[in-house]
């Protein structure tokens, strides 16, 4: 029986929603971006990749189309290179990683690539995600809370498990210092392949839109001082 090894991975720094370095950059570029990087470090040829899985929550707009397809070829594999968009929700890239390794396994793929990709700058927060017909009637009646948000399953599952809002906080704490302590050692920085992009900045007062370049090198989103 064959056998699926990881021999290669890359990823972009995670950014802000709305508010961070990738909040105007196209899912399709970040993860293009990501699939280039795990290509190069591996050594191999673009062309070598047969399948590409990417996982997506919200697969529409800047992650639409399937956008599995379209960043593998943005990375450079040619036309022959296939690609599949899954949606699992949270676990979509999981997913997405399972199927490449079955690809391997099962169907003597010599190189299949799985990972994920989201953008809730461009898509959930975007104001134009499409919410027409959103809900079914008949599943709303027997299954509402297929549609509940995240915020409402965590209130649920600290009510029914006992999890204390002071719990919460402290685990919150820990986990920000536990991420400022591995940044400033460097532990997650091999995982990060640096994107140079254009941010996009808002004036709260005026609403004038400015657009800078920065470079994505890091995770963004702790708080080392909370």
Not at 98 to 127: F, K, Q
Not at 183 to 212: D, H, S, W
Request: net charge negative; glycine share 10%; proline share 3%.
């Amino acid at each position: 029986m064959r056998e699926a090894v990881i021999v290669s991975y890359a990823r972009t720094g995670m950014a802000k929603a709305s508010r961070g370095s990738l909040n105007n950059t196209h899912g399709i570029t970040m993860a293009g971006h990501a699939i280039k990087g795990a290509i190069d470090r591996a050594g191999i040829e673009a062309a070598s990749v047969e399948d590409v899985f990417l996982g997506s929550a919200q697969p529409e707009g800047a992650t639409g189309h399937n956008v599995a397809r379209n960043a593998a070829l943005w990375a450079g594999c040619p036309s022959t290179t296939s690609g599949a968009t899954i949606n699992r929700f949270c676990s979509s890239g999981l997913q997405a990683i399972a199927n490449a390794a079955h690809t391997v396994i099962n169907e003597g793929a010599p190189v299949a690539i799985g990972g994920g990709v989201e953008s809730l700058s461009l898509v959930s927060r975007s104001g134009h995600m499409n919410v027409h017909r959103y809900t079914e009637d008949e599943l709303m009646k027997k299954w509402p809370a297929i549609w509940m948000t995240m915020i409402e399953t965590a209130e649920i599952v600290a009510d029914r498990y006992g999890v204390s809002r002071e719990y919460q906080d402290e685990y919150s704490v820990e986990s920000q210092k536990r991420t400022a302590a591995f940044q400033e050692k460097g532990y997650m920085a091999e995982e990060i392949v640096p994107l140079k992009t254009t941010m996009k900045l808002v004036n709260r007062e005026t609403g004038e839109e400015t657009f800078q370049e920065v470079v994505c090198d890091r995770d963004e989103c702790n708080r080392p001082g909370t």
